[in-house]
């Protein structure tokens, strides 16, 4: 077939590349006697062609039944004379679906569980109880969880820290006497039922003792305001003075002026032109 270039040089080419592979047809290949129309060579379609060991589409679809069947794809690709990408583009070329491996997926070997991570073959719960007890992590449920907290903070000691949990002491430093986090103190608590202390429960102020809402270091609104008043708001230093709104204290005040004189001694510098 011989077409002719509509556009024979620079310019508009592109615009109809695609019409052109239309009128072509399935061709392996195009050659332009023209130099003028050599890009519509760049824009040939991808091209699915056959080998003469597979010359039509029935002979492809019976290596697709094979390929179903469990045939390797090798094994077709060396009858066919071809590469098995080559295959797989024959496969593709006629829209037949490919087989897909799924990923192995990746459990534990103590309990099972499916993770993204391994540690030493276990995840990441048996890798630390293993890492801690020198053993395998028990699977049951109502016994692996209190066995490891009881180990951790016997039964009459965690009724005492929650008698002082319940005064007002921090969950924090009660945690750190007996060496666990405070979140393995909060479920030793739920383990043994113990009533929990709530946020907006009343507390005695660290500062002025009397029992109100606290905030998280453990003041008072009232003793929160009144520090407010001699705390600097720029550099947080509490200062013997009161302090008005928005003033400073006296080592941010001479700071500031000092940062002014040095300001104003480059100005002049550079109006006068030194370096």
Same mark, same amino acid.
């Given at each position: %077939? ?6 024979? #040089? ?10 052109? #592979?239309?009128?072509?047809? *399935? ?7 023209? @130099? +003028?129309?050599? /890009?519509? $060579? ?19 679809? /019976? ?6 069947? +469990?045939?390797?794809?090798?094994? @077709? ?12 583009? #024959?496969?593709? +070329? ?28 276990? &995840?990441?719960? &048996?890798?630390? #109880? ?11 449920? *109502? ?12 039964? *009459? ?10 005064? +007002?002491?921090?969950?924090? /430093? ?16 739920? =383990? ?8 907006? $429960? ?17 003041? &008072? ?13 720029? &550099? ?6 009161? @302090? ?5 204290? *006296? %080592?941010?005040? =001479? =700071?500031?002026?000092?940062? /002014? ?15």
């Amino acid at each position: %077939m011989t077409l002719k270039a509509p556009y024979p #040089w620079f310019g508009g080419k592109s615009k109809i590349m695609r019409e052109v #592979w239309k009128w072509l047809g *399935d061709t392996p290949n195009f050659v332009d006697p023209f @130099l +003028g129309s050599g /890009a519509s $060579v760049l824009g040939r379609p991808p091209w699915y062609g056959t080998s003469a060991r597979a010359s039509s589409d029935n002979d492809i679809r /019976a290596f697709h039944d094979r390929y179903l069947a +469990g045939e390797p794809v090798a094994t @077709l690709a060396e009858e066919a004379g071809v590469k098995p990408v080559t295959v797989h583009d #024959w496969f593709r +070329g006629l829209g037949l679906p490919l087989k897909t491996t799924p990923p192995a997926k990746r459990t534990c070997s103590n309990c099972g569980r499916v993770v993204q991570e391994l540690r030493h073959g276990r &995840c990441n719960s &048996c890798y630390q #109880w293993h890492r801690t007890h020198n053993e395998e992590r028990p699977l049951k449920a *109502d016994v692996r969880e209190p066995l490891r907290r009881a180990r951790l903070a016997p039964d *009459d000691v965690v009724l005492k820290l929650h008698a002082r949990y319940m005064d +007002g002491e921090g969950i924090t /430093a009660l945690a750190t006497e007996v060496g666990i986090g405070r979140v393995t103190l909060w479920r030793r608590f739920a =383990d043994l039922g113990l009533e929990q202390r709530g946020h907006n $429960v009343p507390r005695p102020c660290s500062m002025c003792g009397r029992k109100m809402v606290l905030n998280e270091h453990g003041i &008072c609104r009232s003793c929160t305001r009144e520090a407010a008043r001699f705390r600097c708001p720029r &550099c947080s230093i509490v200062v013997p003075v009161e @302090l008005a709104k928005g003033e400073v204290c *006296d %080592m941010c005040k =001479d =700071d500031a002026a000092h940062r /002014a004189a040095i300001d104003g001694y480059r100005r002049v510098k550079s109006r006068n032109g030194c370096g």
